[in-house]
Protein backbone atom coordinates (compact mmCIF):
# COMPACT_ATOMS: atom_id res chain seq x y z
CA UNK A 1 0.00 0.00 0.00
CA UNK A 2 1.45 3.64 -0.76
CA UNK A 3 0.04 5.25 2.30
CA UNK A 4 -1.99 4.74 4.71
CA UNK A 5 -5.93 5.13 4.80
CA UNK A 6 -7.15 8.12 6.55
CA UNK A 7 -9.98 7.31 9.16
CA UNK A 8 -12.64 10.18 10.71
CA UNK A 9 -14.83 9.06 13.59
CA UNK A 10 -18.23 11.03 13.51
CA UNK A 11 -19.88 11.00 17.34
CA UNK A 12 -17.25 11.29 20.17
CA UNK A 13 -19.33 8.71 22.51
CA UNK A 14 -18.36 5.58 24.64
CA UNK A 15 -18.82 3.02 21.50
CA UNK A 16 -16.29 5.55 19.39
CA UNK A 17 -13.74 5.31 21.67
CA UNK A 18 -13.58 1.69 22.67
CA UNK A 19 -14.28 -0.24 19.87
CA UNK A 20 -13.78 2.06 16.54
CA UNK A 21 -11.17 4.31 17.37
CA UNK A 22 -9.69 1.15 19.82
CA UNK A 23 -9.50 -1.34 16.67
CA UNK A 24 -8.46 1.09 14.14
CA UNK A 25 -5.27 1.85 16.78
CA UNK A 26 -4.16 -1.83 16.01
CA UNK A 27 -4.35 -1.67 12.53
CA UNK A 28 -0.51 -0.12 10.43
CA UNK A 29 -2.60 0.29 7.24
CA UNK A 30 -5.08 3.19 8.65
CA UNK A 31 -4.40 6.46 9.93
CA UNK A 32 -7.32 8.03 12.31
CA UNK A 33 -7.09 11.74 11.77
CA UNK A 34 -10.15 13.16 12.54
CA UNK A 35 -13.26 13.16 15.03
CA UNK A 36 -16.28 15.16 14.72
CA UNK A 37 -19.30 15.49 17.60
CA UNK A 38 -21.67 18.62 17.80
CA UNK A 39 -20.02 18.94 21.44
CA UNK A 40 -17.07 21.17 20.47
CA UNK A 41 -15.25 19.98 24.04
CA UNK A 42 -15.77 16.41 23.82
CA UNK A 43 -14.75 16.14 20.16
CA UNK A 44 -11.66 17.95 21.52
CA UNK A 45 -11.17 15.49 24.56
CA UNK A 46 -11.53 12.57 22.32
CA UNK A 47 -8.79 13.39 20.25
CA UNK A 48 -6.56 14.05 22.85
CA UNK A 49 -6.91 11.00 24.81
CA UNK A 50 -6.32 9.22 21.10
CA UNK A 51 -3.88 11.53 19.55
CA UNK A 52 -5.91 12.36 16.93
CA UNK A 53 -4.62 15.56 15.01
CA UNK A 54 -7.90 17.11 14.06
CA UNK A 55 -11.32 17.95 16.43
CA UNK A 56 -14.54 19.52 14.40
CA UNK A 57 -18.11 20.12 15.28
CA UNK A 58 -19.23 20.18 11.85
CA UNK A 59 -18.70 17.07 9.07
CA UNK A 60 -19.01 18.97 6.40
CA UNK A 61 -16.02 20.97 7.65
CA UNK A 62 -14.00 18.16 8.11
CA UNK A 63 -14.57 16.12 5.05
CA UNK A 64 -13.48 19.46 3.41
CA UNK A 65 -9.68 19.48 5.25
CA UNK A 66 -9.25 15.92 6.18
CA UNK A 67 -10.71 14.19 2.89
CA UNK A 68 -10.77 10.37 4.97
CA UNK A 69 -10.98 7.18 3.12
CA UNK A 70 -13.15 5.65 6.07
CA UNK A 71 -15.83 7.03 8.33
CA UNK A 72 -16.96 5.57 11.13
CA UNK A 73 -20.72 6.98 11.86
CA UNK A 74 -21.45 6.25 16.15
CA UNK A 75 -23.90 9.36 16.46
CA UNK A 76 -27.80 8.79 17.74
CA UNK A 77 -30.10 6.55 15.62
CA UNK A 78 -31.43 9.32 13.85
CA UNK A 79 -28.38 11.02 12.49
CA UNK A 80 -27.45 7.74 10.59
CA UNK A 81 -28.75 8.30 7.40
CA UNK A 82 -27.65 11.81 7.17
CA UNK A 83 -23.68 11.10 8.49
CA UNK A 84 -23.65 7.52 6.12
CA UNK A 85 -25.04 9.47 3.03
CA UNK A 86 -22.50 12.85 3.72
CA UNK A 87 -19.52 10.20 3.68
CA UNK A 88 -20.60 7.94 0.57
CA UNK A 89 -21.20 11.43 -1.35
CA UNK A 90 -17.64 12.32 -0.34
CA UNK A 91 -16.21 8.78 -1.71
CA UNK A 92 -15.85 7.51 1.85
CA UNK A 93 -16.39 3.85 3.26
CA UNK A 94 -18.70 3.49 5.86
CA UNK A 95 -18.89 1.37 9.31
CA UNK A 96 -22.41 2.62 10.56
CA UNK A 97 -23.44 1.68 14.30
CA UNK A 98 -26.50 -0.04 14.35
CA UNK A 99 -29.19 0.48 13.54
CA UNK A 100 -28.81 1.30 9.84
CA UNK A 101 -31.42 4.25 10.28
CA UNK A 102 -34.74 5.39 11.09
CA UNK A 103 -36.54 3.89 8.72
CA UNK A 104 -36.52 1.20 5.67
CA UNK A 105 -36.96 4.18 3.34
CA UNK A 106 -33.44 5.84 4.60
CA UNK A 107 -32.06 2.36 4.67
CA UNK A 108 -32.98 1.79 1.16
CA UNK A 109 -31.42 5.06 0.07
CA UNK A 110 -27.79 4.30 1.80
CA UNK A 111 -27.71 0.90 0.34
CA UNK A 112 -28.11 2.74 -2.85
CA UNK A 113 -26.18 5.34 -2.48
CA UNK A 114 -22.92 3.05 -1.36
CA UNK A 115 -23.78 0.76 -4.31
CA UNK A 116 -23.68 4.28 -6.85
CA UNK A 117 -20.15 5.14 -5.13
CA UNK A 118 -18.51 2.04 -5.42
CA UNK A 119 -17.68 2.08 -1.52
CA UNK A 120 -17.94 -0.29 0.93
CA UNK A 121 -21.24 0.50 3.88
CA UNK A 122 -20.99 -2.13 6.64
CA UNK A 123 -23.61 -1.82 9.96
CA UNK A 124 -21.85 -3.17 13.13
CA UNK A 125 -23.61 -6.06 13.80
CA UNK A 126 -21.40 -7.73 16.11
CA UNK A 127 -22.84 -10.75 17.34
CA UNK A 128 -22.72 -12.56 14.27
CA UNK A 129 -19.04 -12.39 14.35
CA UNK A 130 -18.88 -14.58 17.31
CA UNK A 131 -16.79 -17.81 16.43
CA UNK A 132 -20.27 -18.99 17.94
CA UNK A 133 -22.45 -17.99 15.57
CA UNK A 134 -20.08 -18.74 12.45
CA UNK A 135 -20.02 -22.53 13.72
CA UNK A 136 -23.60 -23.09 13.96
CA UNK A 137 -24.15 -20.98 10.35
CA UNK A 138 -21.96 -23.91 9.04
CA UNK A 139 -23.82 -26.31 10.58
CA UNK A 140 -27.09 -24.97 9.40
CA UNK A 141 -25.69 -25.07 5.44
CA UNK A 142 -24.33 -28.69 6.26
CA UNK A 143 -27.48 -29.73 7.05
CA UNK A 144 -26.73 -31.24 10.85
CA UNK A 145 -29.82 -28.89 12.12
CA UNK A 146 -32.35 -30.29 9.46
CA UNK A 147 -34.97 -27.98 9.13
CA UNK A 148 -35.49 -25.12 11.68
CA UNK A 149 -38.76 -24.40 12.33
CA UNK A 150 -38.51 -22.52 15.63
CA UNK A 151 -36.11 -20.20 16.31
CA UNK A 152 -36.19 -18.10 19.95
CA UNK A 153 -34.55 -15.23 20.71
CA UNK A 154 -33.82 -13.57 23.36
CA UNK A 155 -32.36 -9.94 23.97
CA UNK A 156 -33.51 -8.97 27.83
CA UNK A 157 -32.80 -7.09 30.54
CA UNK A 158 -34.59 -6.90 34.31
CA UNK A 159 -34.07 -3.31 35.16
CA UNK A 160 -31.20 -2.17 32.38
CA UNK A 161 -32.59 0.98 30.75
CA UNK A 162 -29.58 2.99 30.16
CA UNK A 163 -29.02 5.91 31.86
CA UNK A 164 -26.79 7.70 29.48
CA UNK A 165 -27.04 8.84 25.44
CA UNK A 166 -30.40 9.22 24.37
CA UNK A 167 -31.43 5.46 24.48
CA UNK A 168 -35.24 6.56 25.97
CA UNK A 169 -36.16 9.61 23.65
CA UNK A 170 -38.00 7.55 20.84
CA UNK A 171 -37.59 10.88 18.90
CA UNK A 172 -34.11 10.40 18.91
CA UNK A 173 -33.53 6.59 18.79
CA UNK A 174 -36.50 5.14 16.76
CA UNK A 175 -37.76 2.85 20.24
CA UNK A 176 -36.42 0.78 22.72
CA UNK A 177 -34.92 -2.38 23.52
CA UNK A 178 -35.98 -3.04 20.03
CA UNK A 179 -33.94 -1.19 18.16
CA UNK A 180 -30.94 -1.28 20.90
CA UNK A 181 -30.29 -4.60 21.70
CA UNK A 182 -33.06 -6.71 20.40
CA UNK A 183 -31.95 -5.90 16.86
CA UNK A 184 -28.77 -7.89 17.51
CA UNK A 185 -30.34 -11.05 18.20
CA UNK A 186 -32.80 -10.75 15.56
CA UNK A 187 -30.00 -9.93 13.20
CA UNK A 188 -27.50 -13.31 14.68
CA UNK A 189 -30.84 -15.38 14.29
CA UNK A 190 -31.31 -14.31 10.68
CA UNK A 191 -27.75 -14.69 9.39
CA UNK A 192 -27.57 -18.76 11.01
CA UNK A 193 -30.90 -19.31 9.27
CA UNK A 194 -29.60 -17.48 5.92
CA UNK A 195 -31.98 -14.43 5.81
CA UNK A 196 -35.13 -16.53 5.04
CA UNK A 197 -37.96 -14.47 2.93
CA UNK A 198 -40.31 -13.42 5.51
CA UNK A 199 -43.98 -13.48 5.07
CA UNK A 200 -45.87 -11.98 8.20
CA UNK A 201 -45.14 -10.29 11.49
CA UNK A 202 -47.19 -9.89 14.55
CA UNK A 203 -45.71 -8.14 17.63
CA UNK A 204 -46.98 -6.54 21.33
CA UNK A 205 -44.94 -3.85 23.17
CA UNK A 206 -45.33 -2.58 26.52
CA UNK A 207 -44.44 0.43 28.78
CA UNK A 208 -45.29 -0.39 31.77
CA UNK A 209 -41.96 0.18 34.00
CA UNK A 210 -39.80 2.91 32.79
CA UNK A 211 -41.81 5.78 33.11
CA UNK A 212 -42.44 4.74 37.08
CA UNK A 213 -38.89 3.89 38.04
CA UNK A 214 -35.79 5.80 37.65
CA UNK A 215 -32.50 3.72 38.28
CA UNK A 216 -31.46 0.37 37.55
CA UNK A 217 -28.20 -1.38 36.60
CA UNK A 218 -26.86 0.95 34.57
CA UNK A 219 -27.37 4.19 36.16
CA UNK A 220 -30.80 6.52 37.03
CA UNK A 221 -32.83 8.26 33.86
CA UNK A 222 -35.74 10.46 33.91
CA UNK A 223 -39.41 8.60 33.79
CA UNK A 224 -40.76 11.78 32.59
CA UNK A 225 -38.98 11.63 29.27
CA UNK A 226 -39.29 8.04 29.01
CA UNK A 227 -41.34 7.64 25.54
CA UNK A 228 -39.67 4.21 24.31
CA UNK A 229 -40.90 1.20 24.91
CA UNK A 230 -40.19 -1.40 28.35
CA UNK A 231 -40.23 -4.70 26.48
CA UNK A 232 -41.57 -6.06 22.94
CA UNK A 233 -42.71 -9.28 21.73
CA UNK A 234 -42.33 -10.09 18.45
CA UNK A 235 -43.42 -13.28 16.21
CA UNK A 236 -42.04 -13.65 12.49
CA UNK A 237 -43.32 -16.28 10.24
CA UNK A 238 -41.42 -17.37 6.78
CA UNK A 239 -42.21 -17.94 3.70
CA UNK A 240 -40.94 -21.51 4.45
CA UNK A 241 -43.14 -22.41 7.10
CA UNK A 242 -40.26 -21.82 10.06
CA UNK A 243 -41.11 -19.34 12.77
CA UNK A 244 -39.22 -16.61 14.72
CA UNK A 245 -40.02 -15.31 18.35
CA UNK A 246 -38.08 -12.15 19.68
CA UNK A 247 -38.41 -10.94 23.11
CA UNK A 248 -36.40 -7.84 24.48
CA UNK A 249 -36.94 -5.55 27.03
CA UNK A 250 -35.16 -2.95 28.78
CA UNK A 251 -37.52 -3.41 32.01
CA UNK A 252 -39.34 -6.69 32.53
CA UNK A 253 -39.80 -8.61 35.72
CA UNK A 254 -38.00 -11.60 35.24
CA UNK A 255 -35.36 -13.82 37.32
CA UNK A 256 -31.89 -13.18 35.57
CA UNK A 257 -30.56 -9.83 35.19
CA UNK A 258 -29.94 -10.17 31.16
CA UNK A 259 -30.76 -12.82 28.61
CA UNK A 260 -28.74 -12.38 25.05
CA UNK A 261 -29.00 -15.60 23.28
CA UNK A 262 -30.47 -17.01 20.10
CA UNK A 263 -32.32 -21.23 20.20
CA UNK A 264 -32.58 -23.32 17.13
CA UNK A 265 -34.99 -25.95 17.08
CA UNK A 266 -34.47 -28.34 13.92
CA UNK A 267 -35.62 -31.59 12.89
CA UNK A 268 -32.65 -32.97 13.24
CA UNK A 269 -30.87 -31.26 15.98
CA UNK A 270 -31.42 -27.86 18.37
CA UNK A 271 -28.78 -25.63 19.60
CA UNK A 272 -28.23 -22.82 21.66
CA UNK A 273 -25.86 -20.08 20.12
CA UNK A 274 -23.91 -18.00 23.30
CA UNK A 275 -21.99 -20.41 23.61
CA UNK A 276 -22.60 -22.48 20.32
CA UNK A 277 -24.04 -25.84 21.88
CA UNK A 278 -25.78 -28.13 18.84
CA UNK A 279 -27.20 -30.96 20.31
CA UNK A 280 -30.42 -33.86 19.94
CA UNK A 281 -32.77 -36.29 21.77
CA UNK A 282 -31.97 -39.95 22.29
CA UNK A 283 -34.42 -41.59 23.99
CA UNK A 284 -34.65 -39.03 26.55
CA UNK A 285 -30.93 -38.39 26.29
CA UNK A 286 -29.68 -35.05 25.32
CA UNK A 287 -26.89 -35.47 22.76
CA UNK A 288 -24.07 -33.04 22.31
CA UNK A 289 -22.66 -32.72 18.58
CA UNK A 290 -20.61 -29.93 19.32
CA UNK A 291 -19.92 -27.46 21.75
CA UNK A 292 -17.74 -24.33 22.88
CA UNK A 293 -16.78 -24.37 26.03
CA UNK A 294 -17.12 -20.62 26.32
CA UNK A 295 -19.08 -17.81 24.44
CA UNK A 296 -16.55 -16.08 22.09
CA UNK A 297 -16.46 -12.38 23.47
CA UNK A 298 -14.39 -10.69 21.31
CA UNK A 299 -17.49 -9.76 18.52
CA UNK A 300 -16.86 -6.36 17.92
CA UNK A 301 -13.16 -6.46 16.94
CA UNK A 302 -14.04 -9.48 14.79
CA UNK A 303 -16.40 -6.84 13.30
CA UNK A 304 -14.46 -3.76 12.82
CA UNK A 305 -11.53 -6.39 11.67
CA UNK A 306 -13.85 -7.76 8.99
CA UNK A 307 -14.55 -4.34 7.50
CA UNK A 308 -11.18 -2.97 7.00
CA UNK A 309 -10.28 -6.49 5.40
CA UNK A 310 -12.89 -6.42 3.35
CA UNK A 311 -12.04 -2.19 2.04
CA UNK A 312 -8.75 -3.67 1.52
CA UNK A 313 -10.18 -6.61 -1.01
CA UNK A 314 -10.15 -9.29 1.38
CA UNK A 315 -12.78 -11.83 0.11
CA UNK A 316 -14.29 -11.79 3.50
CA UNK A 317 -18.30 -11.31 4.76
CA UNK A 318 -19.58 -8.01 6.30
CA UNK A 319 -23.05 -6.88 7.99
CA UNK A 320 -23.55 -5.02 4.20
CA UNK A 321 -25.88 -2.47 3.22
CA UNK A 322 -28.52 -4.99 1.77
CA UNK A 323 -28.98 -7.16 4.90
CA UNK A 324 -28.89 -3.85 6.76
CA UNK A 325 -31.78 -2.75 5.19
CA UNK A 326 -33.49 -6.20 5.69
CA UNK A 327 -33.45 -6.12 9.49
CA UNK A 328 -34.47 -2.21 9.08
CA UNK A 329 -37.49 -3.74 7.42
CA UNK A 330 -38.49 -6.30 10.05
CA UNK A 331 -38.11 -4.02 12.72
CA UNK A 332 -40.34 -1.11 10.59
CA UNK A 333 -42.71 -3.92 10.70
CA UNK A 334 -42.23 -5.33 14.36
CA UNK A 335 -43.10 -1.50 15.37
CA UNK A 336 -46.05 -1.46 13.29
CA UNK A 337 -47.27 -4.65 14.35
CA UNK A 338 -47.16 -3.63 17.61
CA UNK A 339 -49.00 0.17 17.77
CA UNK A 340 -51.61 -1.49 14.95
CA UNK A 341 -52.49 -4.49 16.43
CA UNK A 342 -52.58 -6.29 13.33
CA UNK A 343 -50.37 -8.05 11.69
CA UNK A 344 -47.60 -7.03 8.55
CA UNK A 345 -47.57 -8.57 5.69
CA UNK A 346 -44.21 -8.58 3.76
Not at 21 to 26: E, K, Q, R, V
Not at 122 to 148: K, P
Not at 280 to 293: H, I, K, N, P, W
Amino acid sequence: MSRKLRVAIIGAGQVAETVHASYYLTRDELEMVAVVDSHTERAQSFADRLGIPYAFNDMEEMLRQCQPDIVSVCTPNRFHHQHVMQALKNGCHVMCEKPPAMSPEQAAEMRDAARLAGKVLAYDFHHRFAADTQLLREQVVAGTLGEIYVTNAKALRRCGVPGWGVFTNKELQGGGPLIDIGIHMLDAAMYVLGFPAVRRVSAHSFQKLGTRKHNGQFGEWDPKTYTVEDALFATIEFHNGGILRLETSFALNIEQQSVMNVQFCGDNAGATLFPAHIYQDDAGRLVTLSQREAADDNRHFKSMKAFIDHVLGAPVSIADAEQGYLIQQLVAAIYCAAESGASIDL
